[in-house]
T-cell receptor, first 114, second 114 residues
Framework: NAGVMQNPRHLVRRRGQEARLRCSPMKGHSHVYWYRQLPEEGLKFMVYLQKENIIDESGMPKERFSAEFPKEGPSILRIQQVVRGDSAAYFC????????????FGEGSRLTVL | AQSVTQLDSHVSVSEGTPVLLRCNYSSSYSPSLFWYVQHPNKGLQLLLKYTSAATLVKGINGFEAEFKKSETSFHLTKPSAHMSDAAEYFCVVSDINTGNQFYFGTGTSLTVIP
C-alpha cells in the first residue's frame, strides 16, 4: 500500500512562472490537506479538500494560490506568478476519515523561486 | 477554540539521557492528540496518538506520552535519547468538532549531543 505520493520533490521556478504541485493520497483516503513550511518555521495550514470539494481554504493566500482535488487523479496545488517568498516546502497529508483521525504525510515538494 | 503550545522551541540532551518535549493544548471538547516527528528534508511521521483510550500512550522508537486532562498537557518522553532521535517534533490537536481541522504546534527541535 503506497503512502502519500508528492511530486515533484524539488521544483525550481523563476519569478512570474507557475508552479504545480501534485499529491496522490493513500488508497482509500478521500481527505487531503496542504501545508506550507518555511525555513526554520512550523507547518502552516493552507487548505483542506475532499473529492471535488474545497472544505476549508482559510489558510490559502487570497491571490495566486488555488487547489483542487478532482474526482479522478491527484490533488493539485497551483501557484501562479510565483515570487521569492513562495519558496518553501509544501506538504500534503491525507486521511481516511478526516478529523480526528490520523494524518499521513508525503515527503513534501520543495519549491525554490529564483 | 483549539490550539497547541509547544513550550520549548529547542531542546538539547546528551545521548543516553531522558527526553522531555512539552505540549499544552486547549480544546473545547474531547481532543485527539498526536506527536509527529520530522527528520531533515523528510515528511512527517506519526510517533503516537491519543484518542480517548488509555491516557499513557506508547509510540514508536521508545517514545511515549501521557494525556493529562487536568493539566491540558500531552508531553512526549523517552527514557534514553539516541543520536537518531535528533529531529523536529510537532504536537497536534484535533477533535470531532473542529470541522476536520488539525492544529499544529510550532515544533520543538531536538538536538542529541554525543
Amino acid at each position: 500500500n503506497a503512502g502519500v505520493m508528492q511530486n515533484p520533490r524539488h521544483l525550481v521556478r523563476r519569478r512570474g512562472q507557475e508552479a504545480r504541485l501534485r499529491c496522490s493520497p493513500m488508497k482509500g483516503h478521500s481527505h487531503v490537506y496542504w501545508y506550507r513550511q518555511l525555513p526554520e518555521e512550523g507547518l502552516k495550514f493552507m487548505v483542506y479538500l475532499q473529492k471535488e470539494n474545497i472544505i476549508d481554504e482559510s489558510g490559502m493566500p487570497k491571490e495566486r494560490f488555488s487547489a483542487e482535488f478532482p474526482k479522478e487523479g491527484p490533488s493539485i496545488l497551483r501557484i501562479q506568478q510565483v515570487v521569492r517568498g513562495d519558496s518553501a516546502a509544501y506538504f500534503c497529508a491525507s486521511s481516511r476519515t478526516g478529523s480526528p483521525g490520523e494524518l499521513f504525510f508525503g515527503e513534501g515538494s520543495r519549491l525554490t523561486v529564483l | 477554540a483549539q490550539s497547541v503550545t509547544q513550550l520549548d522551541s529547542h531542546v538539547s540532551v546528551s545521548e543516553g539521557t531522558p527526553v522531555l518535549l512539552r505540549c499544552n493544548y486547549s480544546s473545547s471538547y474531547s481532543p485527539s492528540l498526536f506527536w509527529y516527528v520530522q527528520h531533515p528534508n523528510k515528511g512527517l511521521q506519526l510517533l503516537l496518538k491519543y484518542t480517548s483510550a488509555a491516557t499513557l500512550v506508547k509510540g514508536i522508537n521508545g517514545f511515549e506520552a501521557e494525556f493529562k486532562k487536568s493539566e491540558t498537557s500531552f508531553h512526549l518522553t523517552k527514557p534514553s535519547a539516541h543520536m537518531s532521535d535528533a529531529a523536529e517534533y510537532f504536537c497536534v490537536v484535533s477533535d470531532i468538532n473542529t470541522g476536520n481541522q488539525f492544529y499544529f504546534g510550532t515544533g520543538t527541535s531536538l538536538t542529541v549531543i554525543p
